[in-house]
C-alpha cells in the first residue's frame, strides 16, 4: 500500500444521482467538468474535485478503503459517507 494517494472526488447527496454520474463517466463526460458542475463540495470542486494527496486516516472510513483499493486512473463506484455519496477518481 502506498503511504500517500492523491484522489479527487465528486460528492452528491442522493444515490441515484451518483449512479447518474459513473454512466455519463462512462460514457466519456470528464470527470473534472462534472466535479465542477455537480459536487456540493465547493472546495474541491473548483480544483476539479482535486482533494490532494492524503494518507490513511486523514479521511472518513469507507472513503478512505475505497481509495486507496483504486489503481491510477481508475474510477469507483458510488460510496456512501455521512457527507453523502462519493465517486472517487486516484491520480497517484
Known amino acids: 500500500m502506498p503511504v500517500k494517494i492523491k484522489c479527487a472526488h465528486i460528492l452528491v447527496e442522493k444515490q441515484s444521482e ?3 454520474i459513473v ?3 462512462k460514457k466519456g463526460e470528464k470527470f473534472g467538468r462534472l466535479a465542477k458542475e455537480l459536487s456540493i463540495d465547493s472546495g474541491s470542486a ?5 482533494l490532494g ?3 490513511k486516516g486523514m479521511m472518513v ?3 478512505e478503503q475505497v481509495a486507496f483499493k483504486l489503481q491510477i486512473g481508475e474510477i469507483s463506484e458510488p ?3 455521512e ?3 462519493h465517486i472517487i477518481k486516484r491520480f497517484a
Do not use: C, Q
Open 79 to 81: 460510496v456512501k459517507t
Open 53 to 55: 494527496y492524503f494518507t
Open 61 to 63: 472510513k469507507s472513503f
Open 23 to 25: 454512466e455519463r463517466i
Open 83 to 85: 457527507f453523502g455519496y
Open 46 to 50: 473548483k480544483k476539479d474535485g482535486n
Open 18 to 20: 451518483s449512479l447518474a
